[in-house]
């Protein structure tokens, strides 16, 4: 069974400009995450879909974030305009939710971007 | 909100050794905690998990048990390998408003050779 796929796996812009990052779950997993990890510290959610509709984005900056997952499958985060604070990883996480007891999550490699 | 403390951010031990990791949850209501590990340049992995209605549960070398009236919960590994170096994140799951998932912020585990 293929993983969650992310790209690019590094970025490097210069602040003030924007930055996209795409991600394909697993396969048959309805639930998405987006989740920034900033270095030393545990993933945080940024926003949670359930096929194409948004569950939670109560942690996502909308004033510069915003991310998509128009037919339910892959999905995308952008940042524009990015700023110095937005160095981390970002990474992408899937869930099957048939079993609502059973959500475990399976996370992709992750974009590292560094925001000069 | 939840909040999940983790405890210690580093830890060091001799191969063969044990270690311990432990977490403090604040929802009453989180009825799910994962385990998860996360190797240099990979996303995080999930080792072991255990719900709100079990005590103890154990996976060959790892264990983990839950103290559901104390909030408290923690990762045992036994006779640790230098594979097992790595960085371990707890967490803690509610299951209402959309199954959040809350991180602990890591402990760094050296098993030295």
């Known amino acids: 069974e293929a993983g969650v796929a992310q790209s690019p796996r590094y970025k490097i812009i210069e602040k003030r400009q924007s930055v996209a990052f795409w991600c394909n779950p697993i396969?048959?997993?309805?639930?998405l995450y987006w989740y920034q990890q900033i270095l030393g510290q545990g993933p945080k959610l940024l926003i949670q879909?359930?096929?194409?509709?948004?569950?939670?984005d109560s942690q996502l900056p909308k004033d510069r974030f915003s991310a998509e997952r128009l037919k339910g499958v892959d999905s995308t985060l952008k940042i524009q305009p990015a700023k110095l604070e937005d160095s981390a990883v970002y990474l992408c996480a899937s869930s099957h939710v048939g079993d609502p007891t059973n959500e475990k999550l399976f996370f992709g490699s992750g974009t590292q971007l560094s925001v000069l | 909100g939840e909040n999940v403390e983790q405890h210690p951010s580093t830890l060091s031990v001799q191969e063969g050794d044990s270690a311990v990791i432990k977490c403090t949850y604040s929802?009453?209501?989180?009825?799910?905690f994962p385990w998860y590990k996360q190797e240099l340049g990979k996303g995080p992995q999930l080792i072991i998990d255990?719900?709100?209605?079990?005590g103890e549960k154990k996976d060959q070398r790892i264990a983990v048990t839950l103290n559901k009236t104390a909030k408290h919960f923690s990762l045992h590994i036994t006779e640790t390998q230098p594979e097992d170096s790595a960085v371990y994140f707890c967490a803690a799951r509610r299951p209402t408003g959309g199954f959040k998932t809350i991180f602990g912020a890591g402990t760094r585990l050296f098993v030295k050779a």
């Open positions: 929802d009453s209501a989180s009825n799910y």
């Open positions: 255990i719900r709100s209605n079990v």
């Open positions: 396969s048959g997993h309805a639930t």
């Open positions: 879909f359930q096929n194409n509709g948004v569950v939670d």
